[in-house]
């Protein structure tokens, strides 16, 4: 199995144009299809149509010019397409696709939408509306044909301005309804580009310690609306359960959002933040090693002991750790199912896999998802 941080590591080495080989399959034309768009659409470029029938389907790029094009026929007998030929390099003209800083150009080329310009991610978190805007649906509905089960929603306001994304991957979220721990950590994260989109993301944790994506989403800023919008979201394809448990922050829109959506679930929150604020707030010695050895012991008699020391030492942290709800922090005391999953690591660690991509705009972004998520899973499935 891979760790979170070997894969952070590969991470910045991958590239998509890798990921499509020559003899490659695919289960049906719609599928194949949709891979190619996406590629399209996250590297900026068309493709013509050449042929498309039962057999074939051959593509090149519209430039006349470049090379890269892709041949693929149907096998006898079987939905199946097979890559007979692909050409993965450009050799259009890069001046043809549109780089950050050459705006006034670019409008006028027909090769205009910009996904890795600046201006796009303006566009796709704040809202200017532009004719880039509908490619975000149309990514979506790519996505949701290449996988089956994959629920996604996006919502603009009155002007057309971005507001909210959400994508839950199918193949995620059978995996983890057939076998994976009902525990879901989520947490929010600032996106890196300079405008205030915040990235929420749940993820799970599979038998073997291995971070296990649960969906994602995308918010103008996060907010009492936004994080209800996600958690509802996130409703519709995991839900409310006396069985499922949530760690999260212990303050923040989130928790409140969650309270209001998930109602029956149990709901902790992250020991290691609890224990930051011990730090913060009380400075004398020892009092936080007794608080995280509260938080981890089994039985309730040794529990009582030792909070009942922790207050002694300091009534004001025994009233805050109080005011937190000891049933939400102090293992021994939970009322669900929490296992041993303590803090809100795993979604921390998705977050930094995603360091870089946090800078992209928005379909790079959400495509760098679903490429990690791919090769996690493709990587997984060939260990077992
Ligand atoms: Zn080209």
Same mark, same amino acid.
């Given at each position: 199995?891979?760790?979170?941080?070997?894969?952070?590591?590969?991470?910045?080495?991958?590239?998509?144009?890798?990921?499509?080989?020559?003899?490659?399959?695919?289960?049906?034309?719609?599928?194949?299809?949709?891979?190619?768009?996406?590629?399209?659409?996250?590297?900026?470029?068309?493709?013509?149509?050449?042929?498309?029938?039962?057999?074939?389907?051959?593509?090149?790029?519209?430039?006349?010019?470049?090379?890269?094009?892709?041949?693929?026929?149907?096998?006898?007998? +079987?939905?199946?397409?097979?890559? #007979?030929?692909?050409?993965?390099?450009?050799?259009? %003209?890069?001046?043809?696709?549109?780089?950050?800083?050459?705006?006034?150009?670019?409008?006028?080329?027909?090769?205009?939408?910009?996904?890795?310009?600046?201006?796009?991610?303006?566009?796709?978190?704040?809202?200017?509306?532009?004719?880039?805007?509908?490619?975000?649906?149309?990514?979506?509905?790519?996505?949701?044909?290449?996988?089956?089960?994959?629920?996604?929603?996006?919502?603009?306001?009155?002007?057309?301005?971005?507001?909210?994304?959400?994508?839950?991957?199918?193949?995620?979220?059978?995996?983890?309804?057939?076998?994976?721990?009902?525990?879901?950590?989520?947490?929010?994260?600032?996106?890196?580009?300079?405008? #205030?989109?915040?990235?929420?993301?749940?993820? %799970?944790?599979?038998?073997?310690?291995?971070?296990?994506?649960?969906?994602?989403?995308?918010?103008?800023?996060?907010?009492?609306? +936004?994080?209800?919008?996600?958690?509802?979201?996130?409703?519709?394809?995991?839900?409310?359960?006396?069985?499922?448990?949530?760690?999260?922050?212990?303050?923040?829109?989130?928790?409140?959002?969650?309270?209001?959506?998930?109602?029956?679930? #149990?709901?902790?929150?992250?020991?290691?933040?609890?224990?930051?604020?011990?730090?913060?707030?009380?400075?004398?010695?020892?009092?936080?090693?007794?608080?995280? #050895?509260? +938080?981890?012991?089994?039985?309730?008699?040794?529990?009582?002991?030792?909070?009942?020391?922790?207050?002694?030492?300091?009534?004001?942290?025994?009233?805050?750790?109080?005011?937190?709800?000891?049933?939400?922090?102090?293992?021994?005391?939970?009322?669900?199912?929490?296992?041993?999953?303590?803090?809100?690591?795993?979604?921390?660690?998705?977050?930094?896999?995603?360091?870089?991509?946090?800078?992209?705009?928005?379909?790079?972004?959400?495509?760098?998802?679903?490429?990690?998520?791919?090769?996690?899973?493709?990587?997984?499935?060939?260990?077992?």
């Amino acid at each position: 199995m891979i760790s979170a941080k070997e894969d952070v590591h590969k991470m910045s080495k991958f590239s998509v144009l890798n990921v499509v080989k020559k003899g490659q399959l695919f289960e049906n034309k719609t599928l194949l299809k949709a891979t190619f768009e996406i590629c399209a659409m996250k590297h900026n470029f068309h493709y013509e149509v050449i042929k498309t029938d039962r057999q074939l389907w051959y593509v090149r790029c519209e430039d006349n010019e470049c090379n890269w094009c892709v041949r693929a026929e149907c096998l006898q007998d +079987s939905e199946y397409f097979i890559i #007979k030929k692909y050409v993965g390099e450009h050799t259009c %003209a890069p001046s043809n696709k549109t780089k950050p800083g050459r705006t006034a150009s670019a409008t006028a080329s027909a090769k205009t939408i910009a996904w890795d310009a600046r201006e796009y991610a303006v566009n796709a978190v704040r809202g200017i509306p532009e004719r880039s805007y509908g490619k975000i649906p149309k990514y979506l509905h790519m996505l949701r044909e290449a996988n089956p089960g994959t629920h996604s929603s996006y919502e603009i306001d009155s002007k057309g301005r971005f507001r909210y994304l959400f994508i839950a991957f199918g193949q995620s979220l059978r995996g983890f309804n057939r076998v994976i721990r009902r525990v879901i950590v989520v947490d929010g994260t600032f996106l890196k580009n300079k405008y #205030k989109g915040v990235l929420l993301v749940a993820t %799970a944790v599979d038998g073997n310690s291995n971070l296990y994506p649960l969906p994602i989403g995308v918010v103008d800023s996060e907010n009492e609306n +936004s994080c209800e919008w996600f958690m509802r979201q996130l409703n519709i394809v995991i839900a409310d359960d006396h069985h499922l448990a949530f760690i999260l922050d212990r303050h923040g829109t989130i928790a409140k959002a969650l309270e209001t959506v998930y109602p029956t679930a #149990k709901h902790g929150i992250c020991i290691h933040h609890l224990l930051n604020n011990v730090v913060t707030y009380y400075h004398g010695k020892g009092l936080v090693g007794l608080v995280a #050895k509260a +938080s981890k012991v089994y039985r309730i008699a040794e529990f009582e002991k030792i909070f009942a020391n922790v207050c002694n030492i300091s009534p004001a942290i025994g009233k805050y750790l109080r005011d937190a709800e000891v049933q939400k922090w102090a293992r021994c005391q939970f009322s669900g199912y929490r296992y041993d999953i303590r803090t809100t690591n795993p979604a921390e660690s998705i977050n930094s896999a995603l360091r870089s991509p946090r800078e992209y705009p928005i379909i790079p972004l959400l495509d760098s998802i679903r490429e990690m998520l791919t090769r996690w899973f493709y990587n997984r499935k060939k260990k077992i």
